[in-house]
């Protein structure tokens, strides 16, 4: 005998199934509501982030231009002038990097203590200074004999024969140091901190960078060098004791006017950072000229 189901139990187990299945997109809607709005939210606090590091780059590199340009440079050894503010106290100018604040990296580099690329008779100091990142001897000199004949210098040292054809025209940017064949990237960076592409005949060996001391130098003399400048104790006439040089024409123990600058901010999540060599003139009608 077949038993009659009243038709309102079937209507009760499909209205079930739909709030059921209502519910479940309910809750996935919600779920993408949220999820959507907590991503907003962190790109919203992210873009404040690179915003905010942004204006404190901005704000620290014109403290530094203000500093550099009203306060005096030169200083013996430790001696800081009574005017010294927060980034006085703590610059040098031989590109070691420091921090006047937390999550603020400065670096400045006298032009002066760096190698000019763009000077004839640098070959055998870069050749040492190739030496120095891990470049053989033998690579060292292809690559300076190249580099020579592209810019249209006379090199007598060797040199392949499938080498570039000489553009008789210097480097306009250091970046193009890079297409010299034999450089990796990290021997670049390295190479960076000491090399520069503006023409430069002056030599100031307070500021030199420490890998171009190591290539200048004796490795014991140059380990002294370093340790007496990073104890504030080197001097033009230590230097001259130490290194026992004759030949000063081309010498200055005074920093110069033109400097490698690199400031680097981190704020949240976010870094901003810039890096150009700029020209610092106090007396003259166009105090700061920025060359590269």
Same mark, same amino acid.
């Given at each position: 005998m077949t038993t009659f189901k009243p038709p309102f139990v079937y209507v009760s187990g499909v209205a079930l199934v739909q709030v059921l299945f209502i519910t479940s997109i309910l809750s996935l809607m919600a779920l993408h509501f949220t999820l959507t709005s907590r991503a907003q939210v962190n790109i919203a606090s992210t873009l404040q982030d690179k915003?905010?590091?942004?204006?404190?780059?901005?704000?620290?590199?014109?403290?530094?231009?203000?500093?550099?340009?009203t306060q005096p440079i030169f200083s013996e050894g430790n001696h800081k002038p009574p005017t010294a503010n927060i980034l006085t106290k703590h610059w040098n100018f031989y590109g070691k990097t420091f921090s006047p604040a937390d999550n603020v990296q400065i670096r400045i580099q006298d032009i002066y203590g760096m190698l000019s690329l763009a000077t004839p008779g640098m070959q055998t100091e870069l050749s040492n200074l190739l030496q120095q990142v891990a470049i053989s001897g033998t690579d060292a000199q292809r690559i300076v004999a190249n580099l020579q004949h592209w810019q249209g210098f006379n090199s007598n040292t060797y040199q392949l024969s499938h080498a570039k054809a /000489?553009?008789?025209?210097?480097?306009?940017?250091?970046?193009?140091?890079?297409?010299?064949?034999?450089?990796?990237?990290?021997?670049?960076?390295?190479?960076?901190?000491?090399?520069?592409?503006?023409?430069?005949?002056?030599?100031?060996?307070?500021?030199?960078?420490?890998?171009?001391?190591? &290539?200048?130098?004796?490795?014991?003399?140059?380990?002294?060098?370093?340790?007496?400048?990073?104890? /504030?104790?080197?001097?033009?006439?230590?230097?001259?004791?130490?290194? /026992?040089?004759?030949?000063?024409?081309?010498?200055?123990?005074?920093?110069?006017?033109?400097?490698?600058?690199?400031?680097?901010? &981190?704020? /949240?999540?976010?870094? &901003?950072?810039?890096?150009?060599?700029?020209?610092?003139?106090?007396?003259?009608?166009?105090?700061?000229?920025?060359?590269?």
């Open positions: 915003i905010t590091a942004e204006l404190m780059l901005m704000q620290w590199q014109n403290e530094l231009f203000y500093a550099l340009l /000489g553009r008789d025209m210097l480097m306009q940017n250091l970046s193009e140091f890079k297409q010299v064949s034999g450089i990796t990237e990290l021997q670049f960076s390295q190479l960076a901190e000491a090399v520069v592409a503006l023409p430069n005949s002056t030599l100031n060996p307070l500021t030199a960078p420490d890998i171009r001391l190591k &290539a200048m130098l004796a490795p014991d003399v140059a380990s002294k060098v370093i340790q007496l400048r990073e104890q /504030g104790q080197l001097d033009a006439a230590t230097y001259i004791a130490l290194t /026992g040089i004759e030949d000063y024409e081309s010498l200055s123990f005074v920093p110069g006017q033109r400097f490698l600058i690199e400031v680097k901010v &981190a704020y /949240g999540e976010s870094v &901003a950072k810039s890096r150009f060599i700029c020209y610092i003139r106090p007396e003259n009608q166009f105090p700061l000229i920025w060359l590269d």
